[in-house]
């Protein structure tokens, strides 16, 4: 299955302007990445009540019917959702079902809307969010109207919807809402935020609902991989080794329905920049070729392709910088995108080759072999691969040389992507 590449937008902090407008400009040096979708961070009004910070969460919402004025109007908004279907490119607009502002609408005009504490007043089932007040989706008007406004939504032209905290709403509602919006316009993308596994089992061992990822995909085309990010977090902690997380994603798929899609990223507005965490280029890149290669669909955050190594808040303007000289990393967006659009399907598994710090791939596809070599901690030295072959070949990231000495080849400090025949596969030659 083609992968499908989502760069992530907080409208308030992508410009100077923070506004709808002031992104067309920038969507053709977007979809110049290998972008297909835009994902838009939350672009309704947001609550004043408990507000958090100057300008608030956008996760805190007033109003899922309008648009916050501080971005622009309605029109400015469907003029940004043209400019990027005028590109080729898709939007997708962040959902936050989960909860809302303490003054949203809802809240005045339908109090019996919410979920009530055991004291019977406004707030929140597990998390100490004190910006934001729980719905309670056992009201089945509240469900009602909540697929009204996303078939209104994807009426207007919206492509798709990315949930926030989706696991902690009825599968059995999202199931629904597929079902309804889908009469108004089929084919749309629908990204779960899948939640942590601790998470899941902390909400349930309270007493309330979460859903598994596995039951997520009844509804939903493609759920995050924080069912494994404690491995990734714990590696870059300092708490696991490498391989505790490569474990985690070679055994990811057997938890899941075949041919289930996850989301792959280094960061998103929830976690910490990439550059940050990972500061050698050459390193990062070779995180990145990794992620991109594994089953799932990349994401890229805005002012990951530059190298930033700041998280913006949400709670305030926080601009991203941009650097158009840094240009080095960014180049690399647009080749991976044209690597993974060009392979064919195939079936991808690792290959064990005994070097901490290394990762290999291998991808089968009806005429080749592709192998992905990931120096993921710049280690130096010869490895050996399952491969039966002597001579050069064709790095295709980089469509630089490399050296084969009967499977064994030095490490590189870039990632490499090679294509041998099939008959030169041979497992037996790695123990």
Request: negative net charge; charged residues 25%; contains cysteine.
């Amino acid at each position: 299955m083609s992968k499908t590449i989502i760069y992530e937008i907080f409208v308030r902090n992508h410009t100077e302007e923070g506004s709808f407008q002031a992104i067309i400009p920038d969507l053709k040096r977007i979809k110049g990445l290998g972008v297909e979708v835009i994902w838009l961070m939350p672009i309704h009004p947001i609550g004043i009540v408990n507000r958090k910070g100057t300008l608030g969460s956008p996760y805190s919402i007033s109003n899922y019917r309008k648009i916050n004025p501080e971005l622009g109007s309605l029109d400015d908004f469907q003029a940004l959702l043209q400019a990027i279907h005028e590109e080729g490119m898709r939007c997708m607009i962040d959902v936050v079902y989960n909860h809302t502002a303490h003054d949203a609408v809802f809240r005045n005009d339908h109090p019996e809307y919410y979920y009530r504490t055991p004291e019977g007043k406004f707030g929140n089932k597990i998390a100490d969010w004190s910006d934001i007040i729980d719905l309670d989706f056992q009201n089945l008007e509240l469900q009602e109207e909540l697929i009204d406004i996303l078939s209104y939504w994807r009426g207007l032209g919206v492509d798709g919807f990315r949930c926030d905290v989706a696991s902690l709403v009825p599968v059995s509602f999202w199931v629904k809402a597929k079902e309804r919006v889908d009469h108004v316009k089929p084919d749309t993308l629908w990204l779960a935020e899948s939640v942590h596994g601790h998470f899941v089992q902390e909400v349930r061992d309270r007493g309330f609902y979460a859903a598994s990822d596995a039951e997520l995909y009844q509804a939903f085309d493609i759920t995050y991989d924080y069912d494994i990010h404690h491995a990734y977090e714990g590696y870059f902690q300092g708490k696991n080794p490498l391989s505790a997380y490569l474990d985690a994603v070679n055994r990811q798929g057997a938890k899941n329905p075949m041919g289930a899609r996850k989301l792959r990223f280094l960061e998103n507005h929830d976690q910490p920049r990439a550059a940050y965490l990972i500061p050698d280029l050459n390193r990062r890149i070779n995180w990145l070729a990794f992620h991109w290669m594994l089953p799932g669909d990349p994401l890229i955050y805005a002012g990951e392709e530059m190298g930033d190594t700041h998280q913006p808040t949400l709670f305030e303007r926080d601009t991203i910088v941009w650097n158009p000289t840094w240009k080095e990393g960014a180049v690399w967006f647009a080749r991976l995108a044209t690597i993974e659009k060009n392979t064919q399907d195939g079936v991808i598994r690792f290959v064990s080759i005994g070097v901490e710090g290394v990762s290999v791939l291998i991808k089968e596809t009806r005429e080749v072999m592709e192998i992905g070599i990931f120096n993921l901690e710049q280690k130096v030295g010869g490895i050996s691969l399952p491969v039966s072959f002597s001579g050069q070949v064709n790095n295709l990231y980089t469509n630089h040389p490399i050296h084969l000495e009967n499977g064994k080849l030095e490490l590189q400090a870039e990632p490499v992507r090679i294509k041998i025949k099939k008959e030169l596969y041979n497992p037996s030659a790695v123990k």
